[in-house]
């Protein structure tokens, strides 16, 4: 008895095997036919002749089975996942394909690169539960929007210090810059603000988190200035800078709010710090300036076309005066000898004018501090002591001035001077 063989058919095979037996019965014109199985006409009599000559298996793909003639040799797989194990170690499927190609000459499809590294345990894809959201679009322009945030990361991994990446991504293009500093705070957030306004202007407004660099308490200490003006809290240094500048500024009540710039640090985390490993990048200053030109290549790469043509950035303003906005900022008496005491140091202003009260001390992005009065930088000098009280002078024959004693009649001294009078009268009397 001749055993029966058993075939393999897909659902869609199915269909079409039904829809071709009805056309085959007379049920069905072939007209009909194509339309339902979205085939012309003579893809339609194709089929049929098939299903008369083999049956079902007419319907199969004759390569099924059979290895692909674009199927990769053993030794091209073999040598590239050998690379993912030792060169590559940690670098998702998109990464390794692209470091392959340009670093090592060879190519493979993305998808099938990430079949073999699944297969092999190189890759495994985490699919995390996430709380929804909702969606908020894109601004229209660029530079309407910059998402700023600060990540802390192990950036050099073990060869160097740990660092601070500050990320600055237009909310309408993604277009991105970032510098790299010691920790985050008031002169980082300036120094990096600064460094973006050379590349491309002053934004229309930031979106910032709610870091106490970045905003002022409620209980701190108002000014004379901003209670006048009627304020709730004291500006942040880095506030007060932007409000000079007249730029808005937006804090995030949580981090998914800014969720932009928080998917570029994640992304940042997986590819830029593997790129600094292949550079053998050690330093802060080498990682700032590997930044210098991976950045364009980033953003050439994963930038969006913004919605509208405008671009709302304005020209910054002059280095000198953007400088001083974007510093620390304290108001300092001037005492009558021309010296002004700023967090336990004495400082001499030189040549002052006599209509100098008061200074503005600025500590800038440079690390220096300057004397600011009307706009103009003041020379001055720090002073190691402070300079000593002024001595009673000599008289002519070199012996000191004997001290002024009150009379009896000063008004210091008329209890005592009546007390007397008293007593002599007393005296008398006797």
């Known amino acids: 008895m001749k055993k029966e063989e058993a075939i393999l058919v897909k659902n869609r ?37 098939c299903v008369k000559k083999e049956g079902v298996k007419g319907l199969i793909h004759k390569l099924r089975g059979k290895t692909s003639n674009r199927r990769h040799e053993e030794k091209h797989k073999e040598k590239i996942l050998n690379l993912c194990r030792k060169k590559y170690v940690g670098f998702g499927p998109t990464l390794v394909q692209e470091k392959l190609e340009e670093l ?13 590294m699944v297969a092999e345990g190189l890759w495994e894809l985490e699919r995390k539960g996430r709380k929804h959201r909702q969606w908020r679009e894109r ?69 910032i988190d709610r870091l106490k660099a970045y905003k002022g308490g409620q209980d701190g200490k108002l000014s004379l200035e901003e209670a006048l003006e009627g304020r709730d809290r004291s500006l942040s240094q880095f506030e007060r800078a932007l409000e000079e500048l007249e730029i808005k500024v937006i804090h995030a009540q ?54 509208e043509e405008a671009n709302l950035h304005r020209p910054a303003l002059r280095d000198q005066e953007m400088r001083q906005i974007l510093s620390i900022q304290e108001k300092r008496v001037v005492r009558n000898d021309g010296t002004v005491r700023h967090e336990t140091k004495l400082y001499q202003i030189l040549n002052p004018s006599k209509h100098l009260k008061e200074v503005t001390v600025q500590e800038r992005i440079d690390g220096k501090i300057y004397m600011v009065w009307e706009g103009k930088d003041l020379a001055y000098r720090e002073l190691k002591e402070a300079p000593r009280q002024n001595e009673a002078k000599p008289n002519k024959a070199g012996s000191k001035q004997k001290p002024n004693i009150p009379a009896m009649s000063h008004p210091w001294k008329v209890p005592s001077y009546r007390a007397a009078q008293t007593r002599k009268a007393l005296a008398a009397v006797a």
């Open 13 to 49: 095979e199915l269909k079409r095997l039904k829809v071709i037996a009805q056309v085959i019965e007379k049920r069905l014109k072939q007209k009909d036919a194509g339309a339902l199985l979205e085939l012309s006409v003579r893809q339609i009599r194709r089929l049929i002749e």
């Open 104 to 116: 090592d000459n060879l190519y493979v499809n993305r998808e099938t690169l990430r079949q073999w």
């Open 139 to 207: 601004k229209g322009c660029v530079g309407e929007m910059i998402q700023v945030d600060g990540s802390h990361h192990e950036w050099l991994e073990e060869r160097g210090p740990k660092l601070v990446l500050m990320g600055y991504i237009d909310d309408a293009d993604s277009d991105v810059f970032a510098w790299f500093y010691d920790y985050e705070g008031t002169m980082p957030a300036m120094d990096s603000f600064y460094r973006y306004t050379k590349r491309k202007g002053l934004p229309y407004s930031i979106y």
């Open 254 to 307: 949580s981090p998914q709010a800014k969720g932009r710039v928080e998917r570029l640090f994640r992304t940042f985390q997986d590819r830029l710090i593997k790129e600094m490993r292949l550079a053998g990048v050690k330093t802060k200053e080498e990682a700032n300036q590997f930044l210098e030109a991976y950045l364009p290549k980033y953003n050439r790469r994963f930038s969006v076309r913004a919605r």
